[in-house]
């Protein structure tokens, strides 16, 4: 009989956890803390999330999808394996979740700004007791990254990041923000969702340091507002409509529990002040710790991320404004996209003899190498880039057609790609390639990003910024040759680019430490200027314009 609440069994840890009809493996899984790879944003496409299902269960389940019948092949599925984004709970089940589908700490480490290299200063009087705790969090779209940092020392300890859970309802925050206007049940998922994240990421640090999670007294939280919203169980609906106001700006404080998270129940969350609707505490606490502010006139801070934020320093202000570059800079919405983890290609060269790829891969492990798996951000900058000096990617992003290369081939569609790694060479035994989806996913990108910083330039009468300070999801990593070549920025001099890392959680990571950030970042939310791209009259144009690469 189905009663619309069901127990999944999961043997290999000998736990039992409930779970909804209807709703996926994965779905109950995060709610009940435990978190497998998604890649590719539980969307079927990387096959990451595997679980067994045993004896009887598979007679409970529906039979695999086409996206599950390509990931697993007929031999696995007949082993019982299945994907854990795909299968739907209709029944009581048993099954097994192997060691490989597992997410771990060792995960894309979202580099603290190189601007900061010690965070002490100014400290609250609490934070003078030694082995007091205190978490920063930056709350990104698709990355989720915690920074467990010693109060009394001023240390950052451990850090780790995860995949935005949240991916399950959409890649960028209009997606959720429309899920939750259909159904009014889904703040409450989407806000356990993070919470879960950010649970599992602080057990995470707290086990690899050893550290008690009850000195944890205190956590800082940025990101867009969309994300802050949904953290701290606020409707974000009214920013998905004009005039896009959100239903706060200003900073929100509440006690761990009364959103969930159980590290330690009493500890305080504070989020720092949002700007607008689509200008959050990310920018404004990366603005800070890149000291943009008392930066000179012409220096442009960019956080790259699914929605890209940028704050100028002109003669008389700060000048802001949000453009929605999507997740592919991030590696998702790419097929063979993921996360900076071991086995990731993060850079791309072409071989001018052969004409095949060769390809840096993470591995984070010495003793333990990993076959490339898939290709994250930097490495998503770096094969378009390389495929565009190659000549086997045009100038308006379309595969040369009379290109000879034996690497590139058709998919099923009859659609163009490029192969990256064969497959004999990858994890799954398939080959990564890169398609001419992908490259439309690096122009839209592209496209959206010149057009927020040319846009910003025109309204303050400046050709191009002097300097240009790159943050964000992959700031740490990126290529910024790569970047000049598919005209991400404008032609600034390689040399006034400068990389400064994930400097929103570096400001998050400064909030914990200094008791008069909050009153600072107030200030500048109230002194930036805003320009809202989706008004200006020559957004469309200038949109198209900019999205044909060099």
Request: aromatic share 6%; charged share 20%; hydrophobic share 40%.
């Given at each position: 009989?189905?009663?619309g609440r069901?127990t999944?069994?999961?043997?290999t840890?000998?736990?039992?956890?409930?779970?909804?009809?209807?709703?996926?493996?994965?779905?109950?899984?995060?709610?009940?803390?435990?978190?497998?790879?998604?890649?590719c944003g539980?969307?079927?496409?990387?096959?990451?999330?595997?679980?067994?299902?045993?004896?009887d269960?598979?007679?409970?389940v529906?039979k695999?999808?086409?996206?599950?019948?390509?990931?697993?092949?007929?031999?696995?599925l007949?082993?019982?394996?299945?994907?854990a984004?795909?299968?739907?709970?209709?029944?009581?089940?048993?099954?097994?979740?192997?060691?490989a589908?597992?997410?771990?700490?060792?995960?894309?480490?979202?580099?603290?700004?190189?601007?900061?290299?010690?965070?002490?200063?100014?400290?609250?009087?609490?934070?003078?007791?030694?082995?007091?705790y205190?978490?920063?969090?930056?709350?990104?779209?698709?990355?989720?990254?915690?920074?467990?940092?010693?109060?009394?020392?001023?240390?950052v300890?451990?850090?780790?990041?995860a995949?935005?859970?949240?991916?399950?309802?959409?890649?960028?925050?209009?997606?959720?923000?429309s899920?939750?206007?259909?159904?009014?049940?889904?703040?409450?998922?989407?806000?356990k969702?993070?919470?879960?994240?950010?649970?599992?990421?602080?057990?995470?640090?707290?086990?690899?340091?050893g550290?008690?999670?009850l000195r944890?007294t205190?956590?800082?939280?940025?990101?867009?507002?969309?994300?802050?919203?949904?953290?701290?169980?606020?409707d974000?609906?009214?920013?998905?409509?004009?005039?896009?106001?959100?239903?706060?700006?200003?900073?929100?404080?509440?006690?761990?529990?009364?959103?969930?998270?159980r590290?330690?129940?009493k500890?305080?969350?504070?989020?720092?002040?949002?700007?607008?609707?689509?200008?959050?505490?990310?920018?404004?606490?990366?603005?800070?710790?890149?000291?943009?502010?008392?930066a000179?006139?012409?220096?442009?801070?960019?956080?790259?991320?699914?929605?890209?934020?940028i704050?100028?320093?002109?003669?008389?202000?700060?000048?802001?404004?949000?453009?929605?570059?999507?997740?592919?800079?991030?590696?998702?919405?790419?097929?063979?996209?993921?996360?900076?983890?071991?086995?990731?290609?993060?850079?791309?060269?072409?071989?001018?003899?052969?004409?095949?790829?060769?390809?840096?891969?993470?591995?984070?492990?010495?003793?333990?190498?990993?076959?490339?798996a898939g290709?994250?951000?930097?490495?998503?900058i770096?094969?378009?880039?390389?495929?565009?000096?190659?000549?086997?990617?045009?100038?308006?992003?379309?595969f040369n057609?009379?290109?000879?290369?034996?690497y590139?081939?058709?998919?099923?569609?009859?659609?163009?790609?490029?192969?990256?790694?064969?497959?004999?060479?990858?994890q799954?035994?398939?080959?990564?390639?890169?398609?001419?989806?992908?490259v439309?996913?690096?122009?839209?990108?592209?496209?959206?990003?010149?057009?927020?910083?040319?846009?910003?330039?025109r309204?303050?009468?400046?050709?191009?910024?002097?300097?240009?300070?790159?943050?964000?999801?992959?700031?740490?990593?990126?290529?910024?040759a790569?970047?000049?070549?598919?005209?991400?920025?404008?032609?600034?001099?390689?040399?006034?680019?400068?990389?400064?890392?994930?400097?929103?959680?570096?400001?998050?990571?400064?909030?914990?430490?200094?008791?008069?950030?909050?009153?600072?970042?107030?200030?500048?939310?109230r002194?930036?200027?805003?320009?809202?791209?989706?008004?200006?009259?020559?957004?469309q144009?200038?949109?198209?314009e900019?999205?044909?690469?060099?």
């Amino acid at each position: 009989m189905n009663t619309g609440r069901h127990t999944i069994y999961i043997k290999t840890e000998d736990r039992r956890i409930p779970a909804a009809t209807g709703q996926t493996l994965l779905e109950a899984f995060i709610e009940a803390g435990i978190f497998l790879r998604t890649d590719c944003g539980g969307k079927g496409l990387c096959g990451k999330c595997r679980v067994t299902i045993t004896g009887d269960s598979q007679n409970r389940v529906e039979k695999p999808d086409e996206s599950e019948k390509k990931c697993l092949g007929q031999t696995d599925l007949a082993t019982g394996y299945r994907l854990a984004c795909r299968v739907r709970v209709k029944a009581d089940l048993a099954m097994d979740i192997p060691d490989a589908s597992r997410l771990n700490a060792e995960v894309a480490q979202k580099g603290l700004s190189t601007l900061f290299a010690e965070p002490a200063g100014a400290r609250p009087a609490a934070a003078q007791q030694a082995d007091v705790y205190g978490l920063a969090v930056d709350l990104g779209t698709t990355t989720i990254a915690v920074y467990l940092c010693n109060l009394g020392t001023g240390a950052v300890v451990a850090s780790t990041s995860a995949k935005n859970p949240q991916a399950l309802y959409g890649d960028d925050v209009m997606s959720r923000i429309s899920a939750i206007q259909q159904d009014n049940e889904l703040l409450a998922r989407l806000q356990k969702m993070a919470v879960q994240a950010v649970q599992w990421a602080t057990s995470s640090v707290c086990r690899s340091t050893g550290i008690d999670p009850l000195r944890i007294t205190t956590m800082t939280v940025v990101g867009n507002t969309t994300m802050v919203h949904i953290f701290a169980g606020r409707d974000p609906s009214t920013i998905g409509v004009f005039p896009y106001q959100p239903a706060f700006v200003d900073e929100q404080a509440f006690e761990a529990a009364s959103i969930g998270l159980r590290f330690n129940p009493k500890a305080i969350i504070r989020t720092l002040p949002l700007i607008t609707g689509f200008i959050g505490a990310d920018i404004v606490a990366a603005a800070l710790a890149c000291e943009l502010p008392r930066a000179a006139a012409g220096t442009m801070l960019v956080d790259l991320g699914t929605n890209g934020e940028i704050i100028y320093r002109v003669a008389n202000g700060l000048v802001a404004t949000s453009c929605a570059t999507g997740p592919a800079l991030e590696g998702a919405a790419i097929r063979h996209g993921m996360q900076a983890v071991s086995g990731a290609i993060d850079a791309v060269t072409i071989d001018k003899t052969s004409g095949r790829a060769i390809c840096s891969l993470i591995q984070r492990q010495a003793g333990n190498p990993q076959k490339a798996a898939g290709i994250c951000g930097s490495g998503v900058i770096s094969a378009a880039a390389q495929l565009l000096r190659a000549g086997i990617i045009l100038k308006d992003g379309a595969f040369n057609a009379d290109t000879n290369s034996p690497y590139l081939q058709r998919d099923d569609n009859n659609s163009p790609e490029f192969i990256l790694v064969p497959g004999e060479q990858t994890q799954d035994g398939r080959p990564i390639t890169f398609t001419q989806k992908d490259v439309r996913a690096v122009q839209l990108a592209k496209g959206a990003l010149r057009t927020g910083i040319d846009l910003l330039c025109r309204e303050t009468g400046m050709k191009q910024p002097d300097k240009i300070l790159v943050a964000g999801a992959f700031g740490s990593f990126i290529n910024i040759a790569d970047a000049l070549t598919l005209g991400l920025f404008p032609p600034v001099d390689e040399n006034n680019i400068e990389v400064v890392g994930n400097a929103a959680g570096a400001g998050a990571t400064r909030a914990l430490f200094d008791e008069n950030f909050s009153k600072h970042a107030g200030e500048l939310t109230r002194q930036t200027r805003v320009v809202e791209l989706s008004d200006h009259p020559d957004f469309q144009d200038m949109f198209i314009e900019s999205l044909a690469f060099p």
